[in-house]
């Protein structure tokens, strides 16, 4: 069962209610569309068995609720809409903080398409990164509560502008191609057409002194000279291609090097890679 122009519009129109309303009224939302009431009365019905939306009865209302699944949908479909994928290939990553997928572009170039989730003990955490101080300034001039706040838009953002920076400035992280709600679009690297290149943690490095030195120079040019703190750094964060170069990934809890913290946060990084290289080779 697909979705359609319809089914997006009703969709759009949940996301923007969903700010102010955990539940919008039926009767509300065929206000805001130019569409029979029927006809958005059964695309309600369509949308909550796809699992994009949660119909509630109330006692002389339906409330219905957008979920994670149609705000991915909504994201799919602007990135179809604008050019930036073809269709997606399959899942290659989940974990509490995010879903990956690969992609193919119209220029069939494989991209990886990184959505952010959002759970309760990761809140604290992320209220430290570099979107989130600049939205929650704004939130304030609106008067916006943190509880507010779309944690998974803010991680996206923060990753998305931070790698754009990066990359903009020469240094070695993903191209990042495109940014909707809570959803990263970059270029996949590989080795193997589709296929993701390893972590450090899964390779065996031939020369893992030079690298320890390569990755580590990397990183504080990064501070240096791009002013941003990782905040998250390991062998876990950083790709290694075949033929030697390398690649550091997630961005989302990245801080400025001005951020009060950047300092201890840039030790912590340095000595988790450092270790790294310690226990697994000696160096």
């Given amino acids: 069962m697909k979705v359609d122009k319809i089914d997006i519009a009703i969709l759009r129109v949940l996301d923007g209610i969903r700010g102010s309303f955990e539940y919008a009224w039926s009767k509300k939302i065929i206000e805001k569309l130019p569409y029979k009431a029927e006809v958005v009365k059964k695309r309600l019905l369509k949308l909550n068995k796809l699992k ?4 509630k009865n109330y006692e002389k209302e339906v409330g219905c609720k957008i979920l994670q699944k149609g705000l991915d949908i909504l994201a ?15 899942k290659i990553g989940e974990g509490k903080e995010s879903v990956i997928y690969s992609a193919i572009s119209p220029s069939n170039e494989y991209l990886i398409l990184k959505f952010h989730r959002y759970y309760a003990a990761e809140f604290e955490k992320i209220k430290k990164s570099l979107a989130f101080s600049a939205i929650k300034l704004r939130g304030e001039e609106l008067r916006i509560e943190d509880y507010k706040i779309d944690i998974p838009k803010a991680k996206a953002q923060v990753e998305f502008y931070t790698m754009k920076k990066l990359w903009e400035k020469g240094f070695k992280v993903p191209k990042p191609i495109d940014l909707d709600r809570h959803v990263v679009s970059m270029e996949m690297i590989y080795d193997f057409p589709g296929i993701p290149s390893k972590l450090l943690k899964d390779v065996i490095l031939e020369d893992p002194k030079m690298m320890k030195e390569e990755i580590v120079n990397e990183y504080l040019n990064i501070v240096e000279k791009g002013q941003i703190v990782h905040g998250d750094f390991s062998e876990f964060n950083v790709m290694v291609k075949q033929n030697g170069n390398f690649f550091i990934i997630d961005w989302p809890q990245a801080v400025p090097t001005t951020y009060e913290l950047a300092e201890e946060l840039k030790k912590k990084d340095l000595e988790n890679i450092l270790n790294f290289f310690k226990k697994k080779y000696n160096v």
């Fill in 52 to 55: 994009m939306i949660e119909i």
């Fill in 76 to 90: 799919i479909w602007n990135f179809k809409k604008h050019g930036i994928i073809k269709y997606i290939l399959t």
